[in-house]
């Protein structure tokens, strides 16, 4: 009996087992931006099975994503890639905080070149500094977010026909991101609409203001009629939350209004008032991605928000297909000029650089009327309009890099 029992133990043991695709999430899971980190892993959970539901890739095996919680730190990001390269892990995603994503993008570089046939690949769903592609640019790195070039482009080509704005407040949190918000701001302006001055400049502590009544009340002094800020989570929830308690009568035009937590903060006060600049939205029209929203807002309790990131593993797993392989040297190659038809329309991958081209929208806060604001955000009765579509074509802004390709 005892035989019989060791028999099938070995036969179970080496019975065929579905390989896994592992990838990597290095992302916040605690600290004050733990709710964007958890609301990115629920994005690439439910497009994962929506690949794997429909075969996975090289004829069967199955996408995984593992999170590795980096706090949102650079040095935290170098030591949970690490773990995961401990564990075989060949393909990271990454996309909160430019900081951690040059950590990140230095130390895949560094392993790759001291270990040959070994080379993981880095796909970026949401770190946006410029030089990343720029003078950053590596062959093992994608990014599947506009940059912050190319969404100031989109928010300064609306603003240029927006003849009331005269007085402009930039605010933005003290990093890579930040500093860029702030020049590609006063640079393209200075372009599109000379006549706007600029009345403040402000960069503060990122994640650690809890109360920015004092930055509110400077913007109200200055006479803004307009705010640019390029804060994301918390920095934003908390800045939106203290110019609505302030009742501050100037208008956001914003790179994440649509983020966790922000449509919340916002209420009835930013109705008409808030912008933002991004891949869609759930109102866009057409919507290729509508009824995968709705059925991801049933299933995980929260909004279908990063768009991206379904673009980026569906890219991946197309990628994969046509390299028929999962070395990253293959893979990379293979998404290189890569074109896809995503939720809001066309976009491909420049080869120069390994940035995406996409068209982004300009949309306004707006209570659900049933026509062209037919579904709401965080179930607040508001949602947001479309008031521009800027085509890829007009974002496929210059790029300075020099790639070495292995």
């Given amino acids: 009996m005892l035989r019989l029992a060791a028999a099938v133990a070995a036969l179970l043991c080496a019975a065929p087992t579905m390989a896994q695709v592992k ?59 690490q773990q995961a390269l401990d564990q075989g892990i060949r393909i990271m995603t990454q996309g909160n905080g430019s900081g951690a994503a040059a950590a990140l993008l230095d130390a895949v570089n560094k392993h790759n070149a001291r270990n040959p046939g070994q080379e993981v690949i880095y796909l970026n769903y949401a770190a946006v500094d410029p030089d990343l592609t720029n003078s950053k640019c590596s062959y093992w790195h994608f990014r599947f977010d506009a940059n912050t070039h190319q969404k100031m482009e989109a928010i300064t080509s609306y603003l240029a026909n927006q003849k009331n704005v005269k007085k402009l407040y930039l605010i933005n949190q003290d990093y890579q991101h930040g500093h860029q918000v702030s020049k590609y701001a006063k640079d393209l302006l200075a372009k599109k609409r000379p006549d706007v001055q600029v009345v403040g400049d402000d960069l503060h502590p990122m994640g650690k203001v809890k109360d920015f009544s004092p930055y509110v009340a400077k913007i109200r002094a200055s006479g803004a009629d307009a705010i640019i800020t390029g804060n994301w989570g918390n920095d934003l929830t908390l800045l939106v939350k203290a110019a609505r308690d302030a009742d501050l009568n100037a208008n956001f035009y914003t790179y994440y209004a649509g983020g966790i937590g922000t449509p919340t903060a916002i209420g009835a006060a930013g109705v008409g008032r808030v912008v933002q600049v991004s891949e869609g939205h759930i109102n866009m029209s057409p919507n290729r991605s509508l009824q995968y929203a709705l059925d991801f807002k049933k299933k995980y309790k929260t909004d279908y928000y990063y768009q991206r990131i379904n673009t980026e593993m569906l890219m991946l797993a197309k990628a994969i297909d046509q390299a028929k392989s999962l070395e990253p040297k293959k893979v990379a190659a293979a998404l290189e000029d890569m074109r896809f038809e995503a939720d809001g329309g066309e976009v491909w991958i420049r080869k120069a650089d390994h ?9 306004i806060f707006a209570k659900v009327d049933g026509t062209d604001v037919k579904y709401d955000v965080e179930d607040t009765g508001y949602g947001f309009r479309t008031l521009a579509v800027i085509p890829a074509k007009d974002l496929d802004v210059p790029n300075t890099c020099k790639m070495e390709r292995p």
């Avoid at 990597?24 to 959970?45: C, K, S, W």
């Avoid at 069967?60 to 170098?78: H, M, R, S, Y």
């Fill in 355 to 363: 940035q995406l081209v996409m068209p982004l929208y300009i949309s």
């Fill in 23 to 81: 990838v990597a999430y290095i992302d916040p899971m605690t600290g004050p931006f733990a709710n964007v980190g958890e609301l990115g892993l629920r994005h690439f959970q439910g497009v994962i099975e929506k690949i794997n539901a429909a075969g996975g890739v090289l004829g069967g095996q199955k996408l995984e994503v593992i999170a590795f919680d980096n706090k949102g730190t650079p040095q935290d990001t170098i030591i949970v890639l």
